[in-house]
């Protein structure tokens, strides 16, 4: 069974920094691309970041140049490091995987499995 686990979530001042890790577990093969989403309430659900197995990352305008995606493939884990966060990062963060590659990378009905979540309080 296929089993994805996000930690590092939690409450953190505006202008910190958390990492997001997800664990990917009972796959054979590891997948073409791991992402991050994120679901504030009353909101879709948006892309954050991708990483694909060339090490090509992708990242929301919103986070960019602040957020770092990262993978240990040895430990099967994808991290994702936010910094100078703001209230507007609240939400849930969740991990995704595909196999294929898309262009439409922010399109969550491209991604095989999710994990349950991890929750980020930016407080305002």
């Known amino acids: 069974q296929v089993q994805l686990a996000e930690s590092g979530g939690g409450s953190v001042q505006a202008g910190g920094s958390l990492r997001l890790s997800c664990v990917i577990s009972g796959l054979t093969y590891r997948p073409y691309c791991m992402g991050w989403f994120r679901q504030a309430p009353g909101n879709w659900r948006e892309g954050v970041a991708t990483?694909?197995?060339?090490?090509?990352?992708t990242f929301d305008r919103s986070v960019k140049g602040r957020a770092t995606i990262s993978q240990d493939t040895a430990k099967n884990t994808v991290y994702l490091q936010m910094n100078s966060l703001k209230p507007e990062d609240t939400a849930m963060y969740y991990c995704a995987a595909r196999w294929s590659w898309t262009m439409r990378w922010a399109q969550d009905s491209a991604y095989n499995y999710w994990g349950q979540g991890t929750q980020v309080i930016v407080p305002s």
């Open positions: 990483v694909d197995s060339n090490g090509i990352t």
